[in-house]
C-alpha cells in the first residue's frame, strides 16, 4: 500500500486547512485510516481516524470540534479538514492505514505516508 499526503501549507492561527491522503496498492475500502502528527522535539501523536466504510470517527481531544475526518472510498482517498487552526496544531501530519482495526495507537497501523508540513502562524 502506498499513501501519498497533501494538502499543507502555511496558515494564520484561526484559519482552515484541509489535508488529502491517496491510497493505492489495495482496496481502499479494506483500510481504516487515520492521521498522526510529529511537532519538533515530540513524539507522533494521533490526531483522528476513520473505520472502513467511514460510519465510526474517533478525535484527540485536542482537536475534537475543530478537526473533521472524511473517506471517498470511490477515489481511494482520506481528508483531513481542518478549522480554527492554532500554533500548537504546528507538525508533520501523516496518514496510516490499517488492515485491521482503527484506533490511537501507531501500532495498529501497517502502512504510512510520507509526511505533509502544516505550520499555523500566530
Known amino acids: 500500500v502506498q499513501l501519498q499526503a497533501y494538502g499543507g501549507g502555511l496558515v494564520q492561527a484561526g484559519g482552515s486547512l484541509r489535508l488529502s491522503c491517496a491510497a493505492s496498492?489495495?482496496?481502499?475500502?479494506?483500510?481504516?485510516m487515520g492521521w498522526f502528527r510529529q511537532a519538533p522535539g515530540k513524539e507522533r501523536e494521533f490526531v483522528a481516524a476513520?473505520?472502513?466504510?467511514?460510519?465510526?470517527?474517533y478525535y484527540a481531544d485536542s482537536v475534537k470540534g475543530r478537526f473533521t475526518i472524511s473517506r471517498d472510498n470511490a477515489k481511494n482517498t482520506v481528508y483531513l479538514q481542518m478549522n480554527s487552526l492554532k500554533p500548537e496544531d504546528t507538525a508533520v501530519y501523516y496518514c496510516?492505514?490499517?488492515?485491521?482495526?482503527?484506533?490511537?495507537?501507531?501500532?495498529?497501523?501497517?502502512?504510512w505516508g510520507q509526511g505533509t508540513q502544516v505550520t499555523v502562524s500566530s
Open positions: 496510516a492505514a490499517s488492515t485491521s482495526a482503527y484506533g490511537i495507537s501507531p501500532a495498529i497501523y501497517d502502512y
Open positions: 496498492g489495495r482496496t481502499f475500502s479494506t483500510l481504516a
Open positions: 476513520i473505520s472502513r466504510r467511514g460510519v465510526s470517527t
